[in-house]
């Protein structure tokens, strides 16, 4: 088995490939199985969990497995561990073993990617970021794969941390500043891209213009909110699979209050991929929230798998 580390895993998933698989994985309808959720009681700490993503096609097939630690804070150790196992459907032969944290930032912008694809203006390109951590550093690059991005733009709840990743694009070659005033910011920008740990809303929908295309990636539980109630109903609404319509703050929230309907979220990326209007005019804001999937995991290990880099033969 080839087992590639987090810089390994990050280099063999160039994103023009990686949104390709994954728009051809959704196309085709493909759905992952349930995943599972085991909880590892603990001695005299909270109990950890045991997450199991599996998906497969007819040829290849993968699992994430992700252990989730709360008690490690204390050892000064990250709480969240993981790996991607993919393996050969025909014989169950394991091929390779991916870094699950790098994988997962990097299938994470691809499919937000893969959303500004169907949503995004075709002449996007000025770019801004709102959050500084992982995700936030692979977006420049997967919306370039999709859109001309020529500028970006980097805010973070902690200014240095927008410096830094600013600073870090600037080194690629980007022309990249960070900004101190979201609402400022925000009017100028083509796409606005979020990726944080925001529990209270940051993007404030009166800040934005007709034209633009908002991408929301952090929230993931019902506590937890990137973007207000206005911004959701000045858009066209879209999300990556329904199950960021039931575990996102960003939408059950307004979806209990009344804020939204149901009826106004327009599609998925299954519909996206297979043809259902996306933008229809130049005008129209367009927002797209993920949660994320195993069927993005499984385009990440496919691709890999494919485009093989450097690994350690074991
Ligand atoms: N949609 C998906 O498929 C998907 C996949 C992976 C991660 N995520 C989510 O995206 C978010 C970012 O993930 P990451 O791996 O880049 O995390 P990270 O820890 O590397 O970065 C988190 C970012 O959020 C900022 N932040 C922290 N607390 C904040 C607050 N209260 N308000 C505003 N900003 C705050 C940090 O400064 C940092 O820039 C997380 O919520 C994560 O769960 C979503």
């Known amino acids: 088995m080839k087992i590639l580390d987090a810089d390994a895993t990050t280099r063999s998933l160039p994103f023009d490939a990686l949104i390709n698989q994954m728009e051809a994985?959704?196309?085709?309808?493909?759905?992952?199985?349930?995943?599972?959720?085991?909880?590892?009681?603990?001695?005299?700490?909270?109990d950890a969990t045991l997450l199991l993503m599996p998906a497969w096609t007819e040829t290849l097939g993968c699992v994430k497995v992700v252990t989730a630690t709360p008690g490690n804070s204390a050892r000064k150790l990250?709480?969240?561990?993981?790996?991607?196992?993919?393996?050969?459907?025909?014989?169950?032969?394991?091929?390779?073993?991916?870094?699950?944290?790098?994988?997962?930032?990097?299938?994470?912008?691809?499919?937000?990617?893969?959303?500004?694809?169907?949503?995004?203006?075709?002449?996007?390109?000025h770019l801004l970021i709102i959050g500084a951590g992982k995700v936030a550093a692979q977006l420049a690059d997967a919306f370039r794969a999709v859109r001309p991005i020529e500028t970006l733009r980097v805010w973070d709840v902690f200014p240095?941390?927008?410096?830094?990743?600013?600073?870090?694009?600037?080194?690629?070659?980007?022309?990249?500043?960070?900004?101190?005033?979201?609402?400022?910011?925000?009017?100028?920008?083509?796409?606005?891209?979020?990726?944080?740990?925001?529990?209270?809303?940051?993007?404030?929908?009166?800040?934005?213009?007709?034209?633009?295309?908002?991408?929301?990636?952090?929230?993931?539980?019902?506590?937890?909110?990137?973007?207000?109630?206005?911004?959701?109903?000045?858009?066209?609404?879209?999300?990556?699979?329904?199950?960021?319509?039931?575990?996102?703050?960003?939408?059950?929230?307004?979806?209990?209050?009344?804020?939204?309907?149901?009826?106004?979220?327009?599609?998925d990326l299954y519909a996206l991929t297979q043809g259902t209007p996306a933008r229809t005019g130049a005008d129209e804001i367009t927002l797209f929230k993920s949660v994320g999937n195993a069927v993005m995991d499984l385009a990440a290990a496919i691709t890999a798998t494919l485009e093989p880099e450097e690994g350690t033969h074991v």
């Open 160 to 267: 240095a941390a927008a410096e830094r990743l600013a600073e870090a694009l600037r080194e690629e070659g980007w022309d990249a500043q960070a900004v101190s005033d979201l609402q400022a910011a925000v009017p100028q920008a083509d796409i606005i891209s979020a990726a944080t740990l925001a529990t209270d809303p940051l993007l404030l929908g009166d800040w934005l213009v007709p034209g633009q295309h908002v991408d929301l990636i952090g929230a993931f539980t019902p506590s937890m909110r990137e973007a207000d109630d206005r911004a959701l109903q000045r858009a066209r609404l879209f999300v990556d699979t329904k199950f960021a319509t039931m575990e996102a703050g960003e939408l059950k929230a307004p979806l209990e209050t009344g804020a939204i309907a149901q009826s106004d979220i327009l599609g």
């Open 78 to 125: 990250p709480a969240i561990a993981g790996s991607v196992l993919v393996f050969d459907r025909a014989t169950g032969a394991h091929l390779v073993l991916l870094d699950g944290a790098a994988l997962t930032a990097r299938r994470t912008a691809a499919a937000s990617a893969l959303g500004a694809r169907y949503l995004a203006r075709e002449d996007a390109r």
């Open 25 to 46: 994985l959704f196309a085709s309808g493909l759905v992952a199985p349930d995943r599972y959720h085991h909880t590892m009681p603990m001695l005299g700490e909270q």
